[in-house]
């Protein structure tokens, strides 16, 4: 028969002190001098003794878990986040739920509703490609359960949101394309419903437009990131003779490089190929961009469960609730990689 797991009661007894005195020792209290804590939490090891979880949760309000909800893990960018997410949740003992809406509006309603039921202490998300509105997400509010957005992040000011300036990086890679002399430059964009994709069609704009040249919208495709569809826009970009491409990101990038080898095309030779993004599985291709924007998805992960600590704590403390419309943009860098 397995033995009781130790409890506050049989280091009180073993301590000759108060059971308070034991719980105000494990923690650290001031009140209990520092010879006490010592010998409590020296007890506390030789016992092996594991604090209550439920116990704890109902005392402070809190269950110590979050709720993480991002497109897909297979996304190299996504999972680079989740490493960030949990490194910084564990040094305040944090655990992640966590949840992928494979882009699928339904999904991540149905998701968002778990981690409520969950009862979170807050949400981090990355918002579907098919997501028009966080209506589903805002009835966490009720709840009082916090929610930091990060990379697919909604428009509205209110919201707490961390993301890379694609604009600026945009501006920078076109313009660095448009100095080396480079003048059909075509795209292929994320969906329209994406601030990013918006985001880095007006740094193509203005890239060109401060070099006073045409843009020619022939030249912008869009895709809804799957194979099939990047092929389309690679077709239909490839019969306008362009002399750059530059993709949303690096898995579009791999079906455009892949479209563009079945015809025969000498990669960054007749054509230069560059990405929105930069992701480490492209060094173990044949054909990585010949330059990418650094948009630092672990950092990501990092500042956005940061930015949902302040949030907890603060709620915690004040009578105010969470602090909302908090964000910070990371600057993306343009590397050249060829």
């Not at 001098?33 to 109902?58: C, D, H, I, T």
């Not at 092929?231 to 530059?246: C, D, E, K, V």
């Amino acid at each position: 028969m397995e033995a009781s797991p130790p409890t506050l009661r049989d280091m009180a007894k073993r301590l000759n002190i108060s059971v308070s005195t034991v719980s105000r020792g494990l923690i650290g209290h001031p009140r209990i001098s520092l010879r006490m804590r010592l010998k409590v939490q020296q007890m506390a090891k030789e016992l092996g003794y594991e604090p209550n979880s439920l116990a704890v949760s109902f005392k402070s309000k809190k269950t110590f878990n979050i709720g993480v909800i991002v497109p897909s893990v297979r996304e190299e960018f996504f999972s680079s986040a989740i490493c960030g997410i949990e490194d910084i949740a564990a040094k305040s003992n944090y655990a992640i739920l966590f949840g992928q809406s494979y882009d699928d509006i339904d999904n991540e309603i149905r998701l968002v509703d778990q981690m409520k039921k969950q009862r979170v202490d807050g949400l981090i998300i990355s918002l579907s490609k098919a997501t028009l509105h966080t209506h589903h997400i805002d009835t966490l509010s009720k709840l009082n359960i916090p929610v930091v957005y990060f990379d697919r992040v909604p428009a509205y000011d209110s919201a707490n949101r961390i993301y890379c300036n694609l604009k600026d990086g945009a501006k920078e890679l076109v313009g660095k394309l448009l100095n080396d002399g480079v003048r059909r430059i075509a795209m292929i964009n994320g969906p329209d419903k994406l601030a990013a994709s918006k985001d880095g069609l007006n740094g193509y704009i203005e890239a060109m437009a401060k070099f006073k040249l045409k843009v020619d919208m022939r030249l912008v495709e869009q895709t809804d990131f799957s194979a099939q569809r990047t092929y389309i826009a690679m077709r239909r970009i490839m019969s306008l003779n362009p002399q750059a491409i530059i993709s949303f990101n690096d898995y579009v990038h791999m079906d455009a490089i892949q479209y563009a080898m079945q015809q025969n095309v000498k990669i960054n030779d007749e054509v230069i190929f560059a990405s929105f993004a930069k992701m480490n599985i492209t060094n173990y291709t044949m054909h990585r961009p010949l330059m990418a924007l650094e948009q630092y998805p672990y950092k990501q992960g990092e500042s956005a469960m940061k930015m949902l600590l302040q949030v907890i704590n603060n709620k915690s403390k004040t009578a105010e609730g969470p602090l909302y419309g908090q964000l910070e943009v990371v600057c993306p860098s343009l590397i050249q990689l060829s």
